[in-house]
C-alpha cells in the first residue's frame, strides 16, 4: 500500500490540499468539525486559500438538519446532529471524507457546488472503471441499478410489489438482512457510491463529501442512509470485486477536484 502523507499538498495557486489524517490517524468527527470552521474563517478573512481537507473519520452517524427520527439507528446507537444539508449518513473506515472549504460569488449557487463535486467523483470513479451516474432529485454518486422488472427476487419474496412500500414510513430493513442498505447490489437497485451534504455561511463552503472506497457497508444498515428508502450504497471495493485502498483512490480524487474546482466558471447564482 503505498503510503498517504499528511500536512499540506503545496500549490502555486489555486485549490490547496490538507491531509488531515488517514488509517491509523483517522480523525475524529469533532476535531475535523473545528478544524473546518477554523478553515472557514480564515476563508472568509481572505487569509488562506480555497482549501479541501480530506481525511478518514472514525466511525460515527451524523445527522444534517432533515433528518426525521425513523430515519435514525435502530438501535439507538448516539448521531452527531450537524449543520449541513441532507440527512443522516454515516462515516469510518476505508470512506475518502473531503471538505471543500470555497469562497462562492454571491448570490451562491448552492446546486452548481454540488454538481461541481458530483462531477469529480463521477471522473475519479470513470478512472476505475466505473461509472458513476447522477439520479435527478438526489445528490451524490450512483450506481444504477437494473430496471424494476428485471431485478431478481429475494428470498420468494419480491418488495417491488409490496403493497407497504406506498407507506413512507415503512422500513423495508423490516423484512430481512437481505433488504438492508448494504445489500442493494445483490438486489440490483440504485445505490449510493459517494454522498453529498453541504452548507454555505458567509458565501463560504463547509462540509463536503464521503466516497465509499472500501468500507464495512452493513455500517449503513442501523439506519435510513440520507433518507432514502427504495435504493442502499456501494463502494468502489464492491462494485470492482476487489481490494483497493484510499492510497490508490486519493491522488486520482485530488487530481480532479482540483480540475474542476479551479477551472470551473464560478458564477453567482440567477436572481
Known amino acids: ?43 472568509f478573512a481572505d487569509e488562506v486559500p480555497d482549501t479541501c481537507l480530506l481525511l478518514e473519520h472514525l466511525s460515527v452517524y451524523t445527522a444534517g438538519r432533515r433528518t426525521s427520527d425513523d430515519e435514525r439507528p435502530l ?16 462515516h469510518g473506515p476505508g470512506q475518502l471524507i473531503g471538505y471543500p472549504i470555497q469562497k462562492l460569488p454571491r448570490p451562491v449557487d ?3 457546488h454540488v454538481r461541481r463535486l458530483e462531477e469529480a467523483l463521477i471522473r475519479a470513479c470513470a478512472e476505475f472503471g466505473i461509472e458513476g451516474s447522477r439520479v435527478e432529485g438526489r445528490s451524490g454518486v450512483w450506481v444504477l441499478g437494473d430496471p424494476v422488472e428485471e431485478r431478481p427476487a429475494l428470498g420468494g419474496l ?3 410489489f409490496d403493497p407497504r412500500l406506498a407507506d413512507e414510513l415503512f422500513d423495508p430493513r423490516l423484512n430481512g438482512p437481505e433488504y438492508a442498505p448494504s445489500n442493494a447490489g445483490q438486489r440490483r437497485e440504485d445505490r ?5 451534504g453541504i452548507r454555505v455561511a458567509k458565501g463560504v463552503t463547509m462540509h ?46 485530488e487530481k480532479h477536484l482540483r480540475d474542476v474546482l479551479e477551472n470551473a466558471e464560478l458564477l453567482p447564482r440567477a436572481v
Open 110 to 112: 448552492v446546486v452548481a
Open 192 to 196: 449510493k457510491l459517494a454522498a453529498i
Open 208 to 253: 463536503g463529501f464521503s466516497l465509499n472506497v472500501n468500507p464495512d457497508n452493513t455500517s449503513f444498515d442501523k439506519i435510513v442512509p440520507c433518507g432514502i428508502r427504495d435504493a442502499g450504497v456501494a463502494s468502489l471495493a464492491g462494485e470492482l470485486g476487489r481490494d483497493i485502498t484510499i492510497a490508490e483512490v486519493l491522488p486520482v480524487v
Open 158 to 160: 419480491n418488495l417491488d
Open 1 to 43: 500500500m503505498t503510503a498517504i502523507s499528511r500536512g499540506e499538498t503545496p500549490a502555486p495557486e489555486g485549490l490547496r490540499f490538507v491531509h488531515l489524517g488517514f488509517g491509523d490517524d483517522a480523525v475524529d468527527y469533532e476535531s475535523a468539525w473545528q478544524e473546518q470552521r477554523r478553515i472557514h474563517a480564515a476563508r
Open 75 to 90: 438501535d439507538g446507537t448516539p448521531v452527531v446532529d450537524v449543520d449541513r444539508g441532507g440527512k443522516i449518513t454515516w
